[in-house]
């Protein structure tokens, strides 16, 4: 069975730089997306663009002319103003303009416990302040509303994700922002909603935030393209200095390719939004249901709450999730375990760790993440694979709940 493959077009290139290995399930669509046509060919296109938007010359005006569309196209996909949209290199990057912009001076930042290391990290750093979550992996507003009533006039912003790229747990954000504006009325409200274009309507749910992550490649779109929704500009300051682009608030040539390609992945991403979320929302029950027949004691991790329909999280304890890893990938699925360092490495992850699991429960971690080429003869495959290699390795360590 072919695969990711599917999703790209004719160019024979990119065909051959797919081919050179075989996938017969991809499930890590929250890691990142294959690209989408529409936006390979605005990329394309794009890229045949001379000018620097920021120069005066007819080539230059092109350019611009091509950004301010993508902008205006992203900002109205989102719920913002054009003039909003502040285009960074990616999620990781608008993370840090979010928390690093809005901090100093006395001002520190507020974050759940499971954010992804671009928020977390950011936030340690400064010396802010962390609050837990639930054992189903909510944060606990009663302990963000005591931190905020005794605390709230030192915050500077308050950063809560939309979804966790983890468990797939969608965060309380309206909840958040009200315990923001009544307790910190000066504080900002961020929200990295990386992982939910797809799934859930951005606009919608960061009504009322000020500050906004985004990232091409969690939705279709190219790796190295994000933004950053700052709904309060005067607010903010930058990390870059040099030419002022992006109204000051992140300086640099901004990659034009990249967001043209991704304001046309967001469109697509919207615009079939329910119907992808109705499939996969299917496949994904099968997935769970497959794997609970085959390996009884089983449950998704963070499924007492509201989760995004593609992601599925499980801990087995007492197996290593490198091994899991490794036998998936010798048969040729794509998953991971939710938490890996830029060597590859995996470390326990924090997010199952502030959950309350064990060690041993966060190092046998596996994520399976859906997506809108997901097909249902994946999940076929998948189903019988991870439950032969998971039966493997627990019958060898003696895992007891096998
Ligand atoms: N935030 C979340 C929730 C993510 O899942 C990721 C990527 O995994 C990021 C931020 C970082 O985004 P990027 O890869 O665009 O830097």
């Known amino acids: 069975m072919q695969n990711s493959s599917t999703f790209l077009p004719g160019s024979p290139s990119i065909q051959l730089a797919n081919s050179i290995y075989h996938v017969e399930a991809y499930l890590d669509h929250a890691a990142t997306t294959p690209m989408n046509p529409v936006a390979l060919q605005a990329q394309i296109q794009a890229s045949s663009l001379i000018g620097n938007p920021s120069g005066s010359h007819r080539a230059a005006r092109a350019a ?161 393209i994000g933004a950053l929704l700052v709904r309060r500009p005067a607010s903010i300051k930058a990390l870059f200095h040099g030419g002022g682009q992006e109204r000051e608030l992140r300086s640099g040539t901004q990659n034009l390719a990249g967001a043209a390609a991704m304001a046309a992945a967001l469109r697509d991403a919207v615009e079939n939004r329910d119907e992808n979320v109705r499939r996969i929302s299917m496949l994904t029950e099968k997935l769970r249901s497959g794997l609970s027949a085959k390996l009884a004691s089983i449950k998704p991790n963070g499924a007492d709450e509201v989760q995004m329909c593609n992601i599925t999280n499980y801990c087995f304890d007492g197996l290593n999730s490198e091994e899991i890893l490794f036998l998936l990938d010798a ?47 994946e999940v076929d495959y998948a189903i019988e694979a991870v439950a032969g290699v998971v039966r493997e390795l627990a019958i060898k360590k003696g895992a007891l709940w096998i």
């Open 331 to 377: 048969a040729g699925i794509c998953a991971s375990a939710g938490s890996s360092c830029a060597s590859g490495a995996l470390n326990p992850s924090h997010v199952l760790l502030e959950m309350g699991h064990s060690k041993s429960e966060a190092s046998g971690s596996l994520r399976l993440s859906l997506g809108v080429t997901t097909t249902e003869e």
């Open 64 to 224: 611009k002319d091509l950004l301010e569309r993508s902008r205006e196209e992203v900002g109205a996909l989102l719920g913002a103003a054009a003039s909003e949209v502040i285009f960074t290199s990616g999620g990781t990057e608008a993370d840090n303009l979010a928390i690093f912009g809005s901090t100093g001076g006395g001002r520190i930042a507020v974050c759940s416990t499971i954010e992804h290391h671009a928020v977390l990290d950011s936030v340690k750093a400064g010396g802010g302040k962390l609050i837990g979550v639930t054992s189903s992996g909510a944060i606990k507003l009663e302990e963000l509303e005591s931190f905020l009533k005794e605390g709230g006039e030192r915050v500077g912003v308050v950063s809560v994700m939309a979804a966790n790229n983890e468990t797939g747990v969608v965060q309380p954000l309206a909840e958040v922002c009200a315990l923001v504006r009544r307790y910190a009325p000066k504080a900002l409200c961020h929200t990295d909603a990386v992982q939910v274009p797809s799934y859930l309507d951005v606009g919608e749910i960061t009504a009322g935030f000020d500050l906004v992550s985004i990232s091409g490649h969690k939705f279709g779109g190219p790796k190295g």
